[in-house]
């Protein structure tokens, strides 16, 4: 692939946009830094200060726009790059720098920053770079070498389960890089990070969503089958695309895809008769370049043909090829109970919610307190919008199935959590 940055002149890059916005978390905790400052470079004049924010209560700065290449560039390949990189730097008292270098801005997009602040110790650094590696669409990454889609597995007395995990080890290099980092990362963050570093933003929806249940499928089958544990590693996936899923520490996730993710993140995609999520695969090629994958630029140009997600779905996988799902979610305290949950709602689910926006209003105290009536009253739902403005979605009031389990995974996370950020 060329890669050649054709840089854009100030007229052409004036003329196209993306949106970004910034939050800032202590790394000890998901505790949100009031008044940290944050300073935005383009990545390519690093020396000129193009903006300085500041976050609000709940460690959030406003949304900027910021200049991108035409969006020309994000339909075809190959060509210039599609996005523009800047650098965020974001300082808070008592707290590392901590400095990501190659936020990805593509045009008529809108993306969230999140940067973990780690404290300053006697042993520690003051300063923290993270550089985020290019697009899996434009860097020269290495092919996948197609796998077998269903596993084999070894015989077992256990019923069998088809469960999300909390949480995902993700090895940061290849399989035997015994140097490489092992991150915990949550997996809805996963597959929102591994998305939004494969498929372009500014994409239909149905190649979007296409895109994300191959990855969910993948990532579960990684994890159902145990295929790294059984050879011996610690981790459930690797972050190279040679061998899985390409998965960029620290980078910008896209607020479309993150939005899609946190509805269909119980999903996978089986076949009659197959016990197992199906190891969808992914390539970079054009519609028929890579047999048995499903081709990034051809399913882009199924969608932009008018063609659903499962039409796309099928077309590379075959037409036996189901959406299933799980409502087993590993580590959940309070289990979703499947009704949506408004005002005037009742009952223990009711109680379970104020429990849990009680903690979280103690942290992100832009949410009202609120007690365990039992009843959803209007300071719930008062509670219930401002969590769901603060975390990107929809502001109804109403919680439903993404709200639910976007509160029980911070509420987890809170619980967890013994070291706090003054």
Same mark, same amino acid.
């Given at each position: ?29 998901? /505790? ?19 903006? /300085? ?65 780690? /404290? ?39 019923? #069998? ?56 499928? #993948? ?10 544990? /059984?050879?011996?590693?610690? *981790? ?17 996730? #896209? %607020? ?8 269909? *993140?119980?999903? #996978? ?106 009843? *959803? ?22 919680? %439903? ?22």
């Amino acid at each position: 692939m060329d890669n050649t940055d054709n840089t854009l002149s100030p007229i052409d890059m004036d003329q196209h946009s993306g949106k970004l916005q910034i939050q800032i978390v202590c790394e000890a905790g998901h /505790r949100p830094i009031d008044a940290a400052v944050v300073k935005i470079y383009n990545s390519t004049n690093p020396d000129t200060l193009l903006d /300085r924010l500041t976050t609000n209560i709940s460690g959030i700065t406003e949304t900027i726009d910021l200049d991108t290449p035409p969006l020309e560039y994000s339909m075809q390949p190959p060509g210039p790059k599609p996005y523009s990189e800047y650098l965020v730097e974001a300082s808070a008292p008592g707290l590392q720098t901590v400095t990501v270098e190659g936020v990805q801005i593509f045009p008529n997009t809108s993306s969230l920053q999140m940067i973990f602040l780690p /404290r300053i110790t006697e042993n520690s650094e003051n300063s923290r770079r993270i550089v985020i590696g290019p697009h899996y669409l434009y860097g020269g990454y290495p092919i996948k070498v197609y796998e077998s889609e269903v596993k084999e597995m070894p015989e077992s007395d256990d019923p #069998f389960v088809i469960a999300i995990p909390e949480y995902l080890i993700v090895h940061d290099g290849i399989p035997d890089d015994a140097t490489a980092i092992d991150y915990y990362v949550e997996y809805r963050d996963y597959i929102k990070n591994v998305v939004s570093s494969v498929a372009y933003a500014n994409w239909t929806d149905a190649t979007l969503y296409a895109t994300i249940l191959a990855t969910l499928s #993948f990532t579960l089958n990684r994890y159902f089958t145990n295929w790294y544990q /059984r050879q011996g590693y610690s *981790f459930h996936i690797t972050a190279s695309p040679a061998y899985d899923l390409l998965w960029l520490y620290g980078r910008n996730i #896209f %607020d479309n895809i993150s939005l899609a993710v946190d509805y269909m *993140f119980n999903l #996978f995609l089986a076949r009659p008769g197959i016990l197992q999520p199906i190891l969808t695969q992914l390539c970079r090629g054009a519609i028929l370049d890579c047999p048995q994958m499903m081709s990034l630029w051809g399913a882009k140009a199924l969608g932009d043909t008018g063609y659903d997600m499962m039409y796309i779905l099928h077309f590379y996988y075959g037409s036996d090829l189901y959406i299933s799902y799980t409502n087993v979610i590993t580590g959940l305290v309070f289990p979703w109970q499947g009704t949506e949950l408004k005002l005037g709602s009742q009952g223990g689910n009711v109680g379970a919610l104020q429990k849990m926006l009680e903690l979280i209003g103690r942290v992100y105290i832009a949410i009202p307190l609120l007690g365990e009536g039992g009843t *959803f009253n209007s300071q719930t739902e008062k509670a219930v919008s401002t969590y769901q403005e603060i975390f990107h979605l929809p502001v109804t009031g109403i919680v %439903d199935a993404a709200t639910w389990y976007s509160i029980t995974s911070l509420y987890n996370s809170l619980i967890d959590e013994e070291r706090h950020c003054k």
